[in-house]
């Protein structure tokens, strides 16, 4: 049995999405509001007898594993783990060091969940705590939103924390790797948080990782202190309220990311959730990696002040370098081929008003905060103005280097018709001709193509013709007669002919531009190649050949097509049972039938190649 299974007998499904959803009895079922669209209605049914659920409403359904990532936002792998954690299923063994490790961090959470709830409870109850609780208060926090975050308050004392949680059972050496405590030269140690906000960090599951401290009094500094690094806490991986935001940003399709704390609980105690922080650092790889799981829409929210702007345009920065593109083939009138990585995300610049943050503008006008969510400019556009309040566009070189720095944004837009529209708004603006611009942003994509290209592939193309592909290429580029004998050798083994499916992207561009060449002969290679392509064709030329006969370099040549699509297929079989195997843990039925399609068909075409390749006496 699986550990899938496993998990699944373990677990009964009425109870786990009766955690979420009132359910109320209905013949053989059970059924209740959905939780992932609004209704009045009831259209959400549970079978306990499939140990399934599906929404007539809103058409989601499936099993446990489905609805813990739609509740949560998890991806299969978080959900297989949480879910095998509650129904003390084993995923496999673990290692005796990875087994510490583990018992090592389940302490460490237990000791900050301890931590949380006697923070908390000072708060709440302690006489210490009535001026947090003033200043919680005139910050416009409700008791509700103290309570969903679990705020909390540390003594003004150098021992209050450690003397508590000694007293539930944890030690001095477990509180300092957790970050509660700093230790001296000396070996003694003292409480790291005092008198201060305490503000829970959690990780995506929703458990305790680290806590960040808020002063209370104005000449304390720094006015926030955050947990260092520990086994469970790396602030470059976190973002700040995932857990209450994720299905918010799922729901809504969009996520908005704010500076600090604050500027996530307050729009949150105003109905606006899908806001997320990161931890005083700079948006991440890790941080974009985790809202690419929810969403493709990214909205961050600009302070108007200069140290603003520059972490605005370092997220816009990590974010075109980070998220996920579409590759698309490009040709042009003389015959370019390449391939374009267009950014699968729709990245928007919130300007607030001067001197407001998030929380005191939601405070003061929800209503605004809103409107201005909505009004949120493409990353194009405030770019664009940036550079024009920071050159003289009416300067030559001015105009250059704002192109200059367009360009690359503008290559990032997926749809043609608004890379086009934003092109010619750029030229208008700037004075030039918007034919020019767009030659420019055609001439980028050649130049840019072979780095596009080995991007797709994660290679880097090989400068002499030792592997087979340059070895097919640089034998036909001076043997051009030898294209349409190898193609009937190929026929005749029921293949297809020579293509440029038969080369990866770093050699397919050579490949088209020479087959376009050989159908316009007044083409030249030098006309449609990038320099460095070009000259890596040109090193071809001065290589000695060895001495052999037109057949003996045709039989060659299909022999080394052979081995590369022998390869390719390979790679492509490994690579789609792979995708068969994830399908099949994800439970997704249509995806595995497809997947079943597509590993015969490549299965089919392998045994051909193979079957080709051990006809020894057709080839020589």
Same mark, same amino acid.
């Given at each position: 049995m699986s550990v899938i299974d496993q998990v699944k007998e373990r677990l009964d499904i009425t109870e786990l999405v009766g955690r979420h959803v009132r359910l109320q009895k209905s013949g053989r079922y059970l059924k209740g509001l959905c939780p992932f669209h609004t209704e009045k209605t009831p259209s959400f049914y549970v079978f306990p007898d499939d140990q399934r659920w599906h929404c007539f409403g809103c058409q989601r359904g499936g099993d446990i594993f489905n609805f813990v990532m739609e509740m949560n936002g998890y991806d299969f792998r978080t959900a297989l783990e949480e879910l095998a954690r509650q129904a003390n299923v084993t995923l496999r063994e673990q290692s005796p060091q990875e087994a510490q490790t583990e018992s090592e961090a389940e302490r460490l959470r237990a000791l900050l969940t301890a931590a949380v709830t006697y923070y908390h409870t000072l708060l709440m109850t302690a006489p210490q705590a009535a001026h947090a609780r003033a200043y919680l208060r005139d910050r416009g926090f409700t008791k509700s939103t103290v309570e969903t975050f679990q705020l909390g308050y540390s003594m003004d004392a150098w021992d209050a924390g450690r003397t508590h949680l000694i007293g539930q059972g944890y030690t001095v050496e477990e509180q300092v790797k957790a970050g509660m405590l700093i230790e001296r030269d000396d070996g003694s140690t003292y409480d790291r948080f005092r008198d201060r906000i305490m503000i829970p960090i959690h990780d995506r599951r929703g458990r305790p990782i680290a806590f960040g401290g808020r002063v209370l009094q104005s000449d304390q500094q720094p006015k926030y202190l955050n947990s260092p690094q520990t086994i469970l806490f790396d602030k470059g991986q976190v973002l700040f309220g995932y857990h209450l935001a994720s299905r918010a940003i799922r729901d809504q399709d969009a996520a908005v990311i704010v500076e600090g704390y604050m500027d996530v609980m307050i729009p949150h105690q105003a109905g606006f959730r899908n806001v997320v922080a990161p931890m005083g650092t700079a948006l991440s790889e890790a941080h974009l990696a985790q809202l690419q799981r929810l969403t493709h829409h990214y909205i961050l929210a600009l302070d108007p002040d200069a140290a603003g702007v520059h972490g605005t345009l370092q997220g816009l920065e990590t974010a075109r370098q980070t998220l996920d593109r579409s590759w698309e083939a490009v040709f042009d009138p003389r015959g370019l081929v390449g391939y374009e990585g267009r950014l699968k995300a729709d990245i928007r610049v919130m300007t607030l008003p001067a001197g407001l943050d998030p929380d005191e503008l939601v405070l003061q006008d929800p209503a605004r905060w809103e409107a201005l969510v909505a009004a949120s400019q493409p990353v194009v556009r405030f770019y664009f103005n940036h550079m024009l309040a920071q050159e003289k566009?009416?300067?030559?070189?001015?105009?250059?280097?704002?192109?200059?720095?367009?360009?690359?944004?503008?290559?990032?837009?997926?749809?043609?018709?608004?890379? /086009? +529209?934003?092109?010619?708004?750029? *030229?208008? &603006?700037?004075?030039?001709? =918007? !034919?020019?611009?767009? %030659?420019?942003?055609?001439?980028?994509?050649?130049? /840019? +193509?072979?780095?596009?290209?080995? *991007?797709? &592939?994660?290679?880097?193309? =090989? !400068?002499?013709?030792? %592997?087979?592909?340059?070895?097919?290429?640089?034998?036909?580029?001076?043997?051009?007669?030898?294209?349409? &004998?190898?193609?009937?050798?190929?026929?005749?083994?029921?293949?297809?002919?020579?293509?440029?499916?038969?080369?990866?992207?770093?050699?397919?561009?050579?490949?088209?531009?020479?087959?376009?060449?050989?159908?316009?002969?007044?083409?030249?290679?030098?006309?449609?190649?990038?320099?460095?392509?070009?000259?890596?064709?040109?090193?071809?030329?001065?290589?000695?050949?060895?001495?052999?006969?037109?057949?003996?370099?045709?039989?060659?040549?299909?022999?080394?097509?052979l081995r590369m699509r022998d390869r390719l297929l390979r790679q492509e079989l490994q690579r789609a049972n792979g995708n068969l195997g994830a399908a099949k843990l994800d439970n997704e039925l249509e995806v595995v039938a497809g997947e079943k399609q597509t590993v015969m068909r490549i299965s089919d075409a392998l045994r051909k190649v193979q079957s080709a390749l051990a006809r020894r006496s057709a080839l020589g």
């Open positions: 566009p009416d300067e030559p070189k001015a105009k250059s280097r704002i192109i200059d720095a367009m360009l690359p944004l503008l290559n990032d837009i997926g749809d043609s018709i608004e890379r /086009e +529209a934003y092109t010619q708004e750029i *030229a208008q &603006r700037l004075g030039v001709d =918007a !034919r020019g611009l767009l %030659d420019r942003l055609r001439a980028m994509d050649r130049a /840019e +193509a072979v780095k596009t290209q080995v *991007a797709v &592939r994660g290679t880097t193309p =090989a !400068r002499t013709p030792t %592997d087979l592909e340059a070895h097919v290429l640089s034998l036909l580029i001076r043997m051009p007669d030898l294209k349409s &004998r190898v193609d009937a050798l190929l026929t005749q083994m029921d293949l297809e002919p020579l293509g440029e499916d038969d080369f990866p992207p770093e050699y397919r561009l050579i490949w088209v531009v020479w087959a376009h060449q050989a159908e316009h002969p007044n083409l030249e290679l030098a006309d449609s190649l990038p320099s460095d392509m070009l000259e890596l064709v040109e090193a071809w030329h001065t290589q000695a050949l060895p001495d052999m006969t037109p057949a003996q370099w045709e039989r060659d040549i299909a022999r080394t097509v």
